[in-house]
């Protein structure tokens, strides 16, 4: 058993489940706010009760979000021991702040809304879901600057230390706002309103179709269609585009696994959908839209855009090799040989850097990306389609008697969770065999004392544990369906009331 391929595994998983829970806190968060800002403009009761239920929404996200993403940071210092080394000082500090300063202020008042919204004034509930969607907002925003500064690192040298080589910022500011760090994390957090909407227009139709908590269900379906037609959009343009422009610019090889692309092309096309034979470098039965890719690329119809070898050739003769963030030639050396030797070249082979561009080549799973990458941008488009549909119908004043669309909001719920994860795989998986492109691999960033054995036994101990708390979860969902919110004067319920007799006085 190969103990980076279980570490590997093990962050896989839990940074999957983890992720199950954040965008639906996250865009909950969101949905909650807009809720209470409508209670407190309409003053109407069915706006009140439906902030008060989704809020009790938002707590068992948020629950169940906070000890999976705490097992991460354990699994940094345990599992990759030398990549914490090596960028420790850089990582280290937006940790710090999301705990300080996002969580802290994220925790406090969903405590304030949960315990307060039945005992102190509306207006104190208004603010509290304010600040949990802030702090929310926050926590996100300083994961993502450590995040998108692996992607596309900046401002930092990398020196001599104690244990080794190691990246030091040099311009904190311009760390943060590495190249990729705006549109990532407008990508990620307008992902997770769409999500949080979804969740809040599918437990509306559900009700509708039951026939039951109709004024609440109306609202709620209304809202979150409508921010669901928005953020729709929104993710596609600008957020997905920009992105893309700037994995095309500085992650070449995640772009040319994406597109399937194993040749350098110029005027390349952009492929709707193919099958991929990695065998023989081709996309078999392509479908794909002439010069497309090139433009979105890089605004320009003849762009070239490289292929899988020529792109792994850039990438390590460019960006490794000619990196001009190394402190002096010995350092650049250390750097370069512990690369080498992790993948078993040695460094004084003629043909050493030649080899590591066919490691490069051979690192990234370019069926898996390509399909993945499919799999997010068709449901993507999808949740446009439905949105705008959903739009048209909310216009025209047939949306809460439309069955067969209500049907469609609950069967196809699952779907933005589906969504987010293909585009995680994609956003990592893309990067390999980098932990901090151009400078940690995942095989030179494990540790080195960590045995396959300890690592399994902690992997079986999170899907274990994992399956409970799933469980759980599950159970206060099904909870929350069933109790469903605080009844509304002349609402319709499931169960009608009993008609009064005659002999009683009924009239």
């Known amino acids: 058993m190969d103990p980076v391929l279980l570490s590997r595994i093990q962050f896989a998983l839990t940074a999957g489940y983890h992720?199950?829970?954040?965008?639906?806190?996250?865009?909950?968060?969101?949905?909650?706010?807009?809720?209470?800002?409508?209670?407190?403009?309409?003053?109407?009761?069915?706006?009140?009760?439906?902030?008060?239920?989704?809020?009790?929404?938002?707590?068992?996200?948020?629950?169940?979000?906070?000890?999976?993403?705490i097992v991460m940071e354990f699994e940094f210092g345990a599992n990759w021991a030398n990549y914490s080394t090596f960028v420790g000082s850089i990582f280290g500090p937006p940790l710090m702040l999301e705990g300080l300063f996002a969580f802290a202020l994220e925790s406090t008042f969903i405590g304030v809304l949960l315990f307060g919204m039945d005992r102190l004034p509306k207006v104190i509930s208004w603010i509290s879901s304010f600040f949990v969607f802030i702090g929310s907002s926050l926590s996100g925003l300083w994961i993502l600057i450590a995040n998108s500064w692996q992607q596309t690192p900046s401002a930092y040298i990398i020196k001599n230390a104690a244990l080794g080589p190691r990246a030091e910022l040099t311009d904190f500011m311009k760390a943060v706002f590495n190249p990729l760090l705006v549109s990532q994390y407008t990508h990620t957090i307008n992902s997770a309103i769409l999500t949080?909407?979804?969740?809040?227009?599918?437990?509306?139709?559900?009700?509708?179709?039951?026939?039951?908590?109709?004024?609440?269900?109306?609202?709620?379906?209304?809202?979150?269609?409508?921010?669901?037609?928005?953020?729709?959009?929104?993710?596609?343009?600008?957020?997905?585009?920009?992105?893309?422009?700037?994995?095309?610019?500085?992650?070449?090889?995640?772009?040319?696994?994406?597109?399937g692309l194993f040749k350098t092309e110029t005027g390349a096309p952009m492929i709707v959908f193919g099958i991929v034979d990695e065998k023989n470098q081709e996309v078999k039965a392509a479908i794909g839209i002439p010069k497309l890719l090139s433009w979105l690329s890089?605004?320009?119809?003849?762009?070239?855009?490289?292929?899988?070898?020529?792109?792994?050739?850039?990438?390590?003769?460019?960006?490794?090799?000619?990196?001009?963030?190394?402190?002096?030639?010995?350092?650049?050396?250390?750097?370069?040989?512990?690369?080498?030797?992790?993948?078993?070249?040695?460094?004084?082979?003629?043909?050493?850097?030649?080899?590591?561009?066919?490691?490069?080549?051979?690192?990234v799973p370019v069926a898996f990306?390509?399909?993945?990458?499919?799999?997010?941008?068709?449901?993507?488009?999808?949740?446009?389609?439905?949105?705008?549909?959903?739009?048209?119908?909310?216009?025209?004043?047939?949306?809460?008697?439309?069955?067969?669309?209500?049907?469609?909001?609950?069967?196809?719920?699952?779907?933005p969770w589906l969504a987010g994860e293909a585009g995680w795989f994609t956003h990592e998986v893309g990067r390999q065999p980098w932990m901090v492109w151009g400078m940690v691999t995942v095989k030179n960033g494990a540790s080195a004392n960590v045995s396959a054995a300890s690592v399994l036994t902690t992997l079986i101990g999170f899907v274990v544990v994992y399956t409970i708390l799933f469980y759980i979860w599950l159970y206060f969902v099904k909870k929350l369906v069933r109790e469903g919110p605080e009844p509304v004067e002349g609402d319709v319920t499931a169960k009608p009331a009993p008609a009064v007799s005659a002999a009683g006085g009924g009239q």
Not at 371 to 377: H, I, W
């Open 19 to 69: 992720w199950i829970f954040v965008p639906a806190s996250i865009g909950m968060g969101f949905m909650v706010f807009l809720i209470w800002t409508m209670a407190a403009i309409t003053n109407e009761d069915q706006w009140y009760k439906a902030a008060k239920f989704f809020s009790k929404w938002l707590g068992v996200f948020f629950v169940l979000g906070v000890p999976t993403g």
């Open 196 to 259: 949080g909407s979804y969740i809040v227009a599918a437990v509306g139709a559900y009700y509708l179709l039951k026939k039951r908590h109709v004024q609440v269900a109306r609202s709620a379906v209304a809202i979150g269609i409508v921010v669901l037609a928005i953020s729709s959009v929104i993710q596609l343009y600008p957020t997905g585009h920009a992105e893309g422009r700037v994995i095309a610019k500085y992650q070449p090889t995640k772009l040319a696994a994406d597109e």
């Open 298 to 363: 890089f605004g320009d119809w003849n762009a070239k855009v490289l292929g899988l070898h020529d792109a792994a050739k850039y990438v390590w003769y460019q960006q490794v090799l000619n990196n001009p963030n190394y402190a002096n030639e010995k350092v650049k050396k250390q750097v370069v040989d512990s690369i080498m030797k992790a993948y078993g070249i040695n460094p004084n082979d003629p043909q050493a850097n030649e080899k590591m561009v066919q490691i490069l080549e051979k690192s």
């Open 369 to 415: 990306m390509f399909y993945a990458y499919r799999v997010m941008v068709g449901l993507g488009t999808l949740f446009i389609l439905i949105g705008l549909v959903g739009l048209l119908l909310l216009l025209i004043g047939r949306l809460y008697d439309a069955r067969w669309f209500l049907k469609v909001l609950v069967v196809t719920l699952p779907l």
